[in-house]
């Protein structure tokens, strides 16, 4: 049997271009250059979605002045207050609908899911200040490290 792909990505600092956006007031909203072509090549292999912290209302903005809204269906679209208070309870809800991928620059969240669910395939997207400052986990490597988004692809393809 040939399982479904799902893959849930994270917004500021692994979409979008969150230092952008800050040093601009708030006012300007961009996404990391190759992330539109990334989505483009990914829905045609894998359903997409967003696992994000923060506003509802401003994450769901960042997608869409960003016109990368159109990548994602709504029931893939996971933004709540704090990602640790759901993390179990969603990707419990994930076990059977595919195969899940996880894709993050935090590795913090990234390491909780996969002390909970050893089966999904986590991908750390080592960019922006979370990842800088970010120090090694004890016995925990990610899956996957990426410094630009376009490498899951072929990672994600070829899983
Ligand atoms: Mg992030």
Redesign the pocket.
Known sequence: MIQSKIVLL?????LFD?AHHKKSNLLKYQVYTEVQETLSELVKIARLGIF??GDLFNQKKKLRETNIDKFFSEEHIHIVEKKFDVVQQMLHAYRKKGQLFLV???LTILHIAKQLFPSVYTIWVKR?E?ARKQKPIKDFLADAEVELLHEIVPIIANQ
């Open positions: 994270d917004i500021d600092y692994t969150t994000s912290e993050d620059d935090k922006g979370y």
